[in-house]
């Protein structure tokens, strides 16, 4: 794996703009400008809106002002997704050159189908592992989907990477992801290979992100080698648990945090703050209550590379 060294640091954050800020994505937004100011790098916002159809027209500016009233104010005018068709066709191209990506004719049924036909049943969550069908060819069906082929002669595709704060990971691609899509039926860039494409393009040093999107990392890791293109290093912070233990999301109770004066301001910096397990931060401005934060997020970095990961 080519990792990144020596290039100077630079961060981002990647909202979609499916709706504000809540508290969940406050959390992770300052995780990754505290992990870039802190190391005196760049930090840059990246709006996700490849998928059109979760998308809601404005929210990008809603997401942005969320983010300047909390003093997060990104180095570069922030990209959209929306606007990367030709970066994402040419990684695919690339991909096809290669013999690592194939046209998938299957509807969700036919794929459904050929699982139980095998008496495979192992899902993960949504997603199912794809059985291969079109790996030798459409035959009559339509191509519909493309895919990444994650088995190389023969071999299944492995991935060991080192997360900063889950300490090493092991994922078998092939057999827990399987092939995954690249760009999907209704013509839309999937996430894993619009997210690898721009965070190269944009010199990306260092993924901070919601430990939700760990499972994702290696499918990443997968297709920066496939390109040939060097890997980020990552830190994977906590999430914020509703009531019910399971990650905020809008599904159970996240709403956007009240930024109108700057005691909410700091209101829902420090929220955020004990989300990612910084100490009280007693400053009562924004600006000041950031300024104070960047030590003890330096502290808090130090102590978790001398103990390891856990
Ligand atoms: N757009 C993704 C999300 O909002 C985050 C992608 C990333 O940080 O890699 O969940």
């Given at each position: 794996?080519r990792?990144?060294?020596?290039?100077?640091?630079?961060?981002?954050?990647?909202?979609?703009?499916?709706g504000?800020?809540h508290?969940g994505?406050?959390?992770?937004?300052?995780?990754?400008?505290?992990?870039?100011r802190?190391?005196?790098?760049r930090?840059l916002?990246?709006?996700?809106d490849?998928?059109?159809?979760?998308c809601?027209?404005?929210?990008?500016?809603?997401?942005?002002?969320q983010?300047?009233?909390?003093?997060?104010?990104?180095?570069?005018?922030?990209?959209?997704?929306?606007?990367r068709?030709?970066?994402?066709?040419?990684?695919?191209?690339?991909?096809?050159?290669?013999?690592?990506?194939?046209?998938?004719?299957?509807?969700?049924?036919?794929?459904?189908?050929?699982?139980?036909?095998?008496?495979?049943?192992?899902?993960?969550?949504?997603e199912?592992?794809?059985?291969?069908?079109?790996?030798?060819?459409?035959g009559?069906?339509?191509a519909?989907?493309?895919?990444l082929?994650?088995e190389?002669?023969?071999?299944h595709?492995?991935?060991?990477?080192?997360?900063?704060?889950?300490?090493?990971?092991?994922?078998?691609?092939?057999?827990?992801v399987?092939?995954?899509?690249?760009?999907?039926?209704?013509?839309?860039?999937?996430?894993?290979?619009?997210?690898?494409?721009?965070?190269v393009?944009?010199?990306?040093?260092?993924v901070?992100?919601?430990?939700d999107?760990?499972?994702?990392?290696?499918?990443?890791?997968?297709?920066?080698?496939d390109?040939?293109?060097?890997t980020?290093?990552?830190?994977?912070?906590?999430?914020?648990r509703?009531?019910?233990?399971?990650?905020?999301?809008?599904?159970?109770?996240?709403?956007?945090?009240r930024?109108?004066?700057?005691?909410?301001v700091?209101?829902?910096?420090?929220?955020a703050?004990?989300?990612?397990?910084?100490?009280?931060?007693?400053?009562?401005?924004?600006?000041?209550?950031?300024a104070?934060?960047?030590?003890?997020?330096?502290?808090?970095?130090r102590?978790?590379?001398?103990?390891?990961?856990?």
């Amino acid at each position: 794996m080519r990792l990144m060294k020596g290039a100077r640091y630079v961060g981002r954050f990647a909202p979609s703009p499916t709706g504000p800020l809540h508290a969940g994505s406050l959390a992770a937004a300052l995780g990754s400008w505290l992990d870039a100011r802190a190391a005196g790098g760049r930090w840059l916002v990246r709006i996700e809106d490849v998928d059109g159809a979760r998308c809601v027209a404005g929210m990008d500016a809603v997401i942005l002002d969320q983010l300047a009233r909390c003093g997060l104010v990104p180095d570069a005018a922030p990209w959209h997704q929306s606007t990367r068709d030709a970066a994402y066709a040419a990684a695919l191209e690339s991909l096809r050159r290669r013999g690592l990506a194939y046209d998938c004719g299957c509807s969700r049924r036919q794929i459904d189908d050929a699982l139980a036909a095998a008496g495979r049943t192992h899902e993960r969550g949504d997603e199912l592992v794809y059985p291969g069908t079109c790996r030798s060819g459409l035959g009559a069906r339509v191509a519909r989907a493309v895919r990444l082929l994650t088995e190389r002669e023969g071999r299944h595709v492995v991935v060991d990477w080192t997360d900063r704060r889950l300490g090493p990971r092991h994922q078998d691609v092939t057999a827990e992801v399987g092939d995954f899509v690249l760009r999907r039926a209704d013509g839309a860039w999937a996430y894993q290979l619009a997210v690898v494409v721009d965070d190269v393009a944009q010199g990306v040093t260092d993924v901070v992100r919601g430990e939700d999107l760990a499972d994702n990392t290696p499918r990443q890791i997968l297709l920066q080698r496939d390109l040939g293109v060097p890997t980020p290093r990552y830190l994977h912070l906590p999430l914020v648990r509703g009531a019910d233990g399971f990650k905020l999301g809008k599904g159970n109770g996240a709403h956007a945090p009240r930024l109108d004066t700057p005691q909410d301001v700091v209101a829902a910096l420090r929220a955020a703050a004990c989300t990612l397990g910084l100490p009280l931060i007693e400053a009562s401005a924004p600006g000041a209550w950031l300024a104070a934060a960047l030590p003890a997020w330096a502290g808090m970095m130090r102590d978790l590379s001398r103990s390891g990961s856990p």
